[in-house]
């Protein structure tokens, strides 16, 4: 059975750092691509960074880019998110999510396995 499973979140102050981390079973693993997204109170799911399991290609959303890190550990099947230089605005519940087939990764709707989340809180 498809699982995806995220820990890591926590409070950290405006410039400092979190790594998140989603455990994955091994057909999330062996997706298309694996993605991190994002979601704050009263708005939209967000794009925060994908990785693809062929070429091992990242992209990132634009908020983030030049602070956040995607990467995997293909032995461990697990995905993490580095995030520095944290501001306020990165306050939300982070979600690790497997994309079965090519598609646009920015879109959440195109992703077919989700983990529960992970709070991520960042104080000013």
Known sequence: QA??????????????SLRLSCAASEVTFRSFFMGWFRQAPG????????S???GGSTYYGDSVKGRF???RDNYKNTVHLQMNRL???DT???YCAACLTPGDFRE???YDYWGQ????????
């Open 52 to 54: 693809m399991w062929t």
């Open 69 to 71: 890190t995607i990467s």
């Open 92 to 94: 939300a519940v982070y």
């Open 117 to 124: 989340g992970t709070q991520v809180t960042v104080s000013s």
């Open 43 to 50: 708005k939209e799911r967000e794009f925060v960074a994908a």
């Open 108 to 110: 959440h709707r195109n």
């Open 87 to 89: 501001e306020p605005e």
């Open 3 to 16: 699982q995806l499973v995220e820990s890591g979140g926590g409070l950290v102050q405006a410039g400092g």
